[in-house]
Every structure is written in structure tokens, then in C-alpha cells.
Antibody, heavy 121, light 108 residues
Framework: QVTLRESGPALVKPTQSLTLTCTFSGFSLTGSGTCVSWVRQPPGKALEWLALIDWADDKYYSRSLKTRLTISRDTAKNQVVLTMTNMEAVDTATYYC?????????????WGQGTLVTVSS | EIVMTQSPATLSVSPGERATLSCRASQDVRSNLAWYQQKPGQAPRLLMYDVSIRATDIPARFSGSGSGTEFTLTISSLQSEDFAVYFCQQYNNWPPSTFGQGTKVEVK
């Protein structure tokens, strides 16, 4: 059974950095074709893809947020970590990690429950 | 970046009726179009991909059509569990992929 769980701070101050951890089970991120993405959703708004890391440790980022994002993995711990710098109020959102559908980097098959991050002083 | 526009924003439908949701892309995305369903407090769930392929365990009452810039998700006979928000996603020339703003399907 595939599970993913996001963890991190619920509240971040403006200009601070955010670090979120996705802990997963039921699959290995070193398996060929396996990828994990981060996706966020501001309250009542659309989904926004942020970043992806794949089985070969290749990384891909949203063009608009590329300078603020870093994605990494710890295969021994079955974790993927996302860091976002210089947080602003507009970054308030529920952040999800998701495993992509095998063969598709773009589609999200298994999701965590999400973690709400509020940016406020 | 490709902009996805969904209509209507809210669709009021009675159980058992057909629901038709639209999604328009600002440029040609060929057949690289997916749909997700999201219920309150839950993560999205992949429904359809490559326009018309149902994801695992998705019932046959869901169907997708279209190509290029105009796409449709049809739910042939709405069940109680289908009342939710639906998002379309284009993934042509990834990265990035982009999502529409969503259509809420509510009980009439």
C-alpha cells in the first residue's frame, strides 16, 4: 500500500524559509520511473505544481518559483524534502506531496493528505 | 505558460442527471489533458488522463473527450459521491503542467 505524509511548520513568518518533508512508504524512489512531486493549493484556489524529483535524482522546478525552490531526497529514510525561501503571504496554501503515475512525470496518482502552511507575522 | 479555463464555475445537478464540464486551453495541448476530482478536506484524485483514459478504479460513468484546446468531462448519471470539485490539468511540454480553477458540482 502506497502512503505519503507531509510534515512541517503550520506557520511561517514573511521572509523566512519553509522546509517540508514528505515521508512515504510502499514504494522506492530509486525504482525506474518513480517520481515524487510537490503541489500546492491556496485556499479555495487552483492547484499549482512546484517541483519533482525522480528515480535518477534529476530535479525539475516550476519556472516561476525556480529561484526559491530546492527539492532533495533521502532514499534511506524514504523522504523527499522541499525548501522554499523568502516566504510571502501569497504562499499560504496546502502543500501536497504526490507520487506520479508510472510513465508520466506529469500526473499524480497517490497523494499525501496535505499540510496547511500559513505565512503571517 | 498555458492557461486553463474551466466552465462553469459551479454546476448544479440533480442526482441521476448528466453533468458536462468544460475546460479550455490557451494554446494547443494536443491530448495531454487530465481531470482530477477533489472532495472537501481531501487530496485530489486522478480521474482521467490522455483526455479519455480512466484512471484505476474510476467508474465508467466518467468519460472525457476533446483535443487541442477544448475538452469535456462528462458524468453520465451523477451519484451522491460525485459531488465535488473537478480540475483539469494540461501537461503538454512539461514542465510545467498547469491546472484550471475548478468546477464545483453541487446538488441541485
Amino acid at each position: 500500500q502506497v502512503t505519503l505524509r507531509e510534515s512541517g511548520p503550520a506557520l511561517v513568518k514573511p521572509t523566512q524559509s519553509l522546509t517540508l518533508t514528505c515521508t512515504f512508504s510502499g514504494f522506492s524512489l530509486t525504482g525506474s520511473g518513480t517520481c515524487v512531486s510537490w503541489v500546492r493549493q491556496p485556499p479555495g484556489k487552483a492547484l499549482e505544481w512546484l517541483a519533482l524529483i525522480d528515480w535518477a535524482d534529476d530535479k525539475y522546478y516550476s519556472r516561476s518559483l525556480k529561484t526559491r525552490l530546492t527539492i532533495s531526497r533521502d532514499t534511506a529514510k524514504n523522504q523527499v524534502v522541499l525548501t522554499m525561501t523568502n516566504m510571502e503571504a501569497v504562499d499560504t496554501a496546502t502543500y501536497y506531496c504526490a507520487r506520479t503515475k508510472l510513465g508520466y512525470k506529469e500526473l499524480f496518482d497517490d497523494w499525501g493528505q496535505g499540510t496547511l502552511v500559513t505565512v503571517s507575522s | 505558460e498555458i492557461v486553463m479555463t474551466q466552465s462553469p464555475a459551479t454546476l448544479s445537478v440533480s442526482p441521476g442527471e448528466r453533468a458536462t464540464l468544460s475546460c479550455r486551453a490557451s494554446q494547443d495541448v494536443r491530448s495531454n489533458l487530465a481531470w482530477y476530482q477533489q472532495k472537501p478536506g481531501q487530496a485530489p484524485r486522478l480521474l482521467m488522463y490522455d483526455v479519455s483514459i480512466r484512471a484505476t478504479d474510476i467508474p465508467a460513468r466518467f468519460s472525457g473527450s476533446g483535443s487541442g484546446t477544448e475538452f469535456t468531462l462528462t458524468i453520465s448519471s451523477l451519484q451522491s459521491e460525485d459531488f465535488a470539485v473537478y480540475f483539469c490539468q494540461q501537461y503538454n511540454n512539461w514542465p510545467p503542467s498547469t491546472f484550471g480553477q475548478g468546477t464545483k458540482v453541487e446538488v441541485k
